[in-house]
């Protein structure tokens, strides 16, 4: 089938923006999967904790800064400039042993680098695609996030921990280059062109556009499904390595595994959103109450081999919300002119909730074990069933 001039280029520019993607998500969870050989070398439960929590906290205010400037500067110097800096931060953070408080700052401008990505790359998308096209390219970086983890998985059983910043960071300075050159392209091109799009109002004008497309109902949505997708995801090898009694690298494999399954949750949750007839409050509730059911047989069935797949389904199925929010509703916002800002808005929530709950998570494993983590995360999807009800009579389609 010959593909129309708008579908190649929507082809072009997400291939470009999932293979930059899933670059960036092989670095993020870097430190996850590298957890439980750091906890052999030597390093704390704390420690870590504190890493990758102020590497949140420094990437979530990074959204809020650089979703704003995205919506300024081309996306290209974006989107280079911070896998470029990323790759540099991240490539010296497992070399700073001696100096841990230098590491944890310099891991923690990786994650401020890394917020210079999202935001733009889905402004570019939006504003470059027609909308049915850019559901499905913020399907395939989607996807590349969740593939992420998995491949950080794979380089962590297969070398020692230093090479998985170190190998990671090679394949973001990589990239950089390929974005610049690709982007030049696609200018020369006429595939990318800035500025179609401008906000319709200004200063409050703004807020009120955003708060009738329900952005307070969707950052209530990031907030819990960041901690699920982040935190819960992030301490996973250490669930399986301590909980299930898995050696650490039985435990690295295992989540190398799960995390190539939960991978394919963007696929599908578009697929069922689009048999609801692209009724995105069904699909999300859907999602919330299949992941709370999934939480509490996680929390009953102690049989290890059964207790993992309970809980991927339940990270799938909360994971499923989150494609709802980043693949469906922002693209969704490509008329305000803000898709940069309010998804970078967004990001910011998610990722502050993640930093809280990686500290409190750390510190829960010792006061009140694992079990009970359980329940807590059983918790948070029960909140996000009650803020996806339908409380208008007219409900929302996108």
């Not at 430190?31 to 904790?49: D, F, N, Q, V, W």
């Amino acid at each position: 089938m010959k593909l129309t001039q708008n579908a190649r280029k929507a082809v072009y520019i997400g291939t470009l923006c999932s293979v930059a993607y899933f670059a960036v998500y092989i670095a993020r969870n870097a430190l996850s999967a590298a957890t439980p050989k750091m906890l052999e070398a030597g390093y704390s439960y704390e420690y870590i904790g504190s890493v990758s929590s102020l590497f949140f906290v420094f990437y979530a205010i990074g959204q809020l800064i650089n979703g704003i400037i995205g919506d300024k500067i081309k996306a290209k110097w974006m989107i280079s400039g911070g896998l470029l800096f990323a790759a540099i931060s991240n490539a010296l953070f497992p070399y700073l042993g001696d100096y841990p408080t230098l590491a944890m700052m310099i891991y923690a401008f990786s994650g401020f680098f890394l917020s210079m990505i999202y935001g733009p790359m889905t402004k570019v998308v939006s504003e470059n695609t027609e909308p049915i096209h850019a559901v499905r390219c913020s399907i395939g970086y989607t996807f590349a996030s969740f593939f992420g983890s998995p491949a950080a998985g794979i380089l962590a059983s297969l070398f020692i921990w230093e090479s998985v910043f170190t190998l990671s960071s090679v394949a973001m300075a990589v990239m950089a280059v390929a974005v610049i050159v690709c982007f030049l392209f696609f200018e020369k091109r006429g595939y990318v062109k800035y500025g179609l799009y401008q906000p319709k109002a200004k200063g409050a004008g703004n807020i009120k556009q955003l708060f009738e497309l329900q952005i307070v109902k969707f950052s209530l949505v990031s907030i819990l499904t960041g901690i699920v997708r982040t935190s819960v995801v992030f301490w996973l090898p250490t669930y399986i390595n301590e909980y299930l009694s898995y050696s650490p690298t039985q435990s690295t494999t295992i989540f190398t595994v799960c995390t190539f399954v939960i991978s394919f949750t963007t696929f599908i949750a578009v697929f069922i959103y689009e048999r609801f007839g692209r009724d995105m409050n069904k699909t999300l509730l859907l999602m919330f109450v299949s992941s709370a059911v999934f939480f509490l047989l996680t929390f009953f069935v102690k049989l290890p081999v059964l207790n993992i797949v309970f809980i991927v389904l339940a990270i799938m199925a909360a994971n499923g919300a989150a494609t709802m929010l980043w693949s469906c509703y922002c693209p969704s916002l490509r008329d305000t002119g803000m898709v940069s800002s309010a998804t970078g808005f967004l990001d910011f929530l998610s990722y502050m909730a993640a930093a809280l709950a990686n500290l409190v998570f750390a510190n829960a494993v010792n006061a009140i074990g694992w079990g009970n983590l359980i329940l807590v995360w059983f918790g948070l999807v029960v909140l996000g069933i009650i803020v996806s009800l339908p409380y208008k009579k007219k409900k929302n389609h996108m």
